[in-house]
Nanobody
């Protein structure tokens, strides 16, 4: 399984970005997909996740109502639409997948088996 994340960049506060994570070698029929972020000196934190069977979505409180996780089966791609970005959203964003992941592990980095390479998001004030 390989994950390729893209879409990061520099944006002003209040702006938007859409991240994409293309998965190869993995079906989208089950388990979890997640987006995490990490800024210097901080631990990797959960941002958003999806249960692929059913499409149920989950968000960190800090991004709820601003970020949206979605999927495109045909393109084997998961997206993270980020609106109303703030400087505190600045981080490297990673996508991850757990083909046999369970709901209780969805928010935990340790619950994922495969990780993308990360894409930098910088929000200027």
């Amino acid at each position: 399984v390989q994950l390729q994340a893209s879409g990061g960049g520099l944006v002003q506060a209040g702006g938007s970005l859409r991240l994409a994570c293309v998965a190869s070698g993995r079906s989208f029929s089950g388990g979890n997909m997640g987006w995490f972020r990490q800024s210097p000196g901080k631990e990797r934190e959960f941002v958003a996740g999806m249960r692929l069977s059913g499409g149920y979505t989950y968000y960190a409180n800090s991004v709820k109502d601003r970020f949206t996780i979605s999927r495109d089966y045909a393109k084997s791609t998961v997206y993270l639409q980020m609106n109303s970005l703030a400087p505190e959203d600045t981080a490297v964003y990673y996508c991850a997948t757990a083909p046999r992941g369970i709901l209780s592990n969805l928010r935990e980095p340790s619950g994922y088996d495969y990780w993308g390479q990360g894409t930098q998001v910088t929000v200027s004030s």
